[in-house]
């Protein structure tokens, strides 16, 4: 999604995002969840999508592993 | 909340903008990239951003249906910020390390320094 806010506890809004569901049997699902606020607790990465490169992803062949809960 | 000696590792951090390093998170997944920014949270940015282990993590890895035969040049993911909360390690190369300098550090800090 598009990042509208951000604190210093890494709390974040985040606009128009969906959620992309990897799986190693199916393509990619891609859920439409709207506008979020999520609390930085749960944050471990916040990446910068390249558009261009994004764009040139099939995600109906993309097979991954889905990556592994945060253990502290 | 002051955690005595993370202003340590902040300062030394510091040092090392601009060096490659792998930061290994604790959902196991590690990430490569060079070292833009740290914080006093010792939240890390890494730009040019790739993933180790490509085979099972192919999403963070250059679109392409070839990503099998050439090494990914770039990702969908260019720069990165990293909670610092996540990180179990952040992996230097040998010669970015001076062991001594970081020993005594520690040495003062552990007596009350």
């Known amino acids: ?72 | 909340m002051v955690i005595p000696g993370v202003q340590l590792f902040f300062s030394y951090f510091k040092d090392l903008v601009g060096r490659e390093v792998t930061v290994e998170l604790k959902n196991d997944l590690a990430i490569r990239g060079t070292l833009h920014s740290v914080d006093q949270y010792l939240n890390i940015k890494l730009e040019n951003t790739r993933v180790v282990d490509q085979d099972k993590y192919p999403h963070m890895v250059k679109p392409n249906s070839f990503f099998y035969f050439f090494p990914p040049s770039r990702l969908s993911v260019r720069n990165c910020f990293i909670r610092g909360s996540v990180v179990r390690y952040v992996q230097l190369p040998p010669e970015g390390v001076d062991v001594e300098l970081l020993h005594d550090a520690t040495r003062r800090e552990a007596r009350g320094g």
């Open chain 1, 1 to 72: 999604g598009v990042l509208r806010g951000f604190d210093q506890a890494t709390n974040i809004i985040l606009d128009e995002s969906h959620e992309r569901v990897y799986s190693t049997k199916e393509g990619v699902q891609q859920l439409v969840l709207g506008l979020y606020i999520i609390r930085g607790d749960n944050i471990s990465i916040v990446g910068e999508i390249d558009e261009e490169l994004d764009e040139k992803l099939d995600l109906s062949k993309l097979r991954a592993h889905p990556l592994k809960p945060v253990i502290h």
